[in-house]
């Protein structure tokens, strides 16, 4: 005999336990008093001892009947809870969504991952930032949903939306002599060590920072290489070198640094949400309807209007 005790059972048992009569039991059920009669003795014999005493007159609770009673209505209410859960999680209400962002993007991602927090409370986020080549590698293992990343360059596997966009500017030592002014000429820092962070964190987000330098001839060399924005800044108000860098990441600078807008056309930073080809599930498309209504139905802002 199959002694594995089926959903039917618990619920076939329960019944029973609470009525203690057959007739009332099987009428809640919607079953033939035989048909409940059959389950139940299927029951004992799956748990080897009588569960109930019977007689011509009553239906009583044997001392091991009364025992499983509150563990089977704990067991299908857990199944209920479980299936609730899962139910949730595929129309995207509950579970965990992995959100990677880059350092300079903090600000945008919190709000953005806010946004979606106020929609989607019962929702764990966990959020772990890094170079936007460790963003789209994690997008690419599976360790992220979603990433936020910075001049990302295309990949076959990965879709990239505008958030926001934003222009460079110079970051120099308040003694140097360009700080003088409100504007930077690039060729004024050709001779300065440039502090940044290393190409590899991300080679078209590098060289789009280093744009302006090579559109005047500077030969880009790399003096100190910094993993984020806010130790980049702190050395420049040090003295030890100058940088660009998106406006953004310039709005709270140390004593020791100048902010300076560069002359000629502006090199433009441009911010995007990274999420897998293909990845269709609610969780996720319910993160991106939030970030498309906090930007105003998906159109792109700039990071200095807020």
């Not at 299927?42 to 009673?69: C, D, M, N, Y």
């Not at 129309?91 to 965990?96: D, K, L, M, N, T």
């Not at 806010?230 to 600078?253: D, F, K, M, Q, R």
Request: aromatic share 4%.
């Amino acid at each position: 005999m199959d002694r594995r005790i089926e959903l039917r059972h618990l619920r076939y048992f329960l019944a029973l336990a609470e009525e203690l009569h057959f007739g009332r039991a099987a009428q809640r059920l919607h079953i033939a008093q035989p048909a409940l009669s059959q389950q139940i003795r299927q029951l004992e014999k799956i748990v080897g001892v009588e569960l109930f005493l019977r007689t011509s007159r009553s239906v009583q609770l044997t001392e091991a009947g009364a025992t499983f009673q509150p563990r089977a209505r704990i067991l299908l209410d857990r199944l209920a809870a479980d299936l609730d859960e899962a139910a949730r999680v595929g129309r995207g209400e509950a579970g965990r969504l992995d959100v990677a962002f880059i350092t300079s993007a903090a600000t945008l991602a919190s709000e953005h991952v806010r946004a979606f927090a106020r929609r989607r409370p019962d929702v764990q986020v966990r959020l772990r930032d890094g170079f936007t080549t460790d963003v789209l590698a994690a997008l690419e293992r599976g360790t992220a949903d979603v990433g936020i990343v910075r001049d990302a360059e295309e990949r076959d596997d990965i879709d990239l939306s505008l958030l926001a966009s934003e222009r460079f500017v110079g970051v120099v030592p308040a003694e140097h002599p360009a700080a003088k002014g409100d504007r930077l000429d690039v060729r004024d820092l050709a001779a300065d060590p440039l502090i940044l962070f290393p190409r590899s964190a991300g080679p078209q987000a590098f060289d789009t920072n280093t744009r302006p330098l090579r559109n005047a001839g500077i030969d880009v060399r790399i003096a100190q290489e910094c993993s984020d924005w806010h130790t980049i800044i702190t050395l420049v108000a040090a003295g030890l070198g100058v940088c660009i860098a998106p406006h953004s990441v310039t709005t709270l600078l140390p004593a020791g640094a100048r902010r300076l807008e560069l002359d000629g056309p502006p090199t433009m930073s441009r911010i995007f949400m990274a999420i897998r080809r293909g990845d269709d599930r609610a969780l996720l498309k319910a993160f991106v309807a939030a970030s498309d209504r906090l930007g105003e139905h998906g159109q792109a802002r700039s990071t200095e209007a807020r």
